[in-house]
């Protein structure tokens, strides 16, 4: 039988519990809370888009309550197809959007505020990821890579009615 010090076992005890706390948590974000990495879902050619799915970004109705969101990135903006200094679509209460979106030269981000979207896009990559949007607001979306001089204008608006 190994002697194991008092205080060594307190430790261990400790130690045991903190691990069991981190594994708990791990599994409620997952169980509970839903939580998912963004899974690649395809591969382009970042430097010839325009013969890609992604080539014509912009919102479409696919039924009542449900939108895809084509998102190209670029330095130093959001291409959501619509002109304008902040890229804005206006959804309705309820709606649940599919954002598919890609990079055209460097890695970017794209956190959508008060929602669980957190991607990193990366060129040649396409990100995918569902989200419900319940509450009526405007909730922004930032670009949390940096992504060079112009990073910090990669800002876009998603309004909820
Ligand atoms: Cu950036």
Redesign the pocket.
């Known amino acids: 039988m190994i002697h194991i010090h008092r205080l060594e076992r307190y430790w261990m005890i400790a130690i045991g519990i903190v691990m069991g706390g981190f594994v708990a948590a791990l599994v409620a974000s997952v169980m509970i809370y839903g939580v998912r990495l963004t899974t690649p879902v395809g591969r382009v050619d970042p430097t010839h888009l325009e013969n890609t799915d992604v080539a014509t970004p912009g919102l479409t109705q696919d039924s009542a309550h449900a939108y895809t969101l084509r998102v190209v990135a670029q330095m130093?903006q959001f291409n959501f197809g619509v002109k304008g200094q902040m890229p804005k679509i206006t959804l309705q209460r309820g709606s649940s959007l599919k954002i598919v979106a890609t990079s055209k030269d460097v890695t970017?981000?794209f956190y959508v505020e008060q929602h669980n979207v957190n991607m990193m896009l990366v060129p040649g990559q396409i990100s995918e990821m569902d989200v419900v949007f319940n509450k009526p607001g405007i909730y922004h979306i930032i670009?949390h890579?940096?992504?060079g001089p112009g990073?910090q204008n990669?800002v876009a608006v998603i309004e909820v009615l």
């Open positions: 130093w970017h981000g670009c890579e940096y992504c990073h990669m």
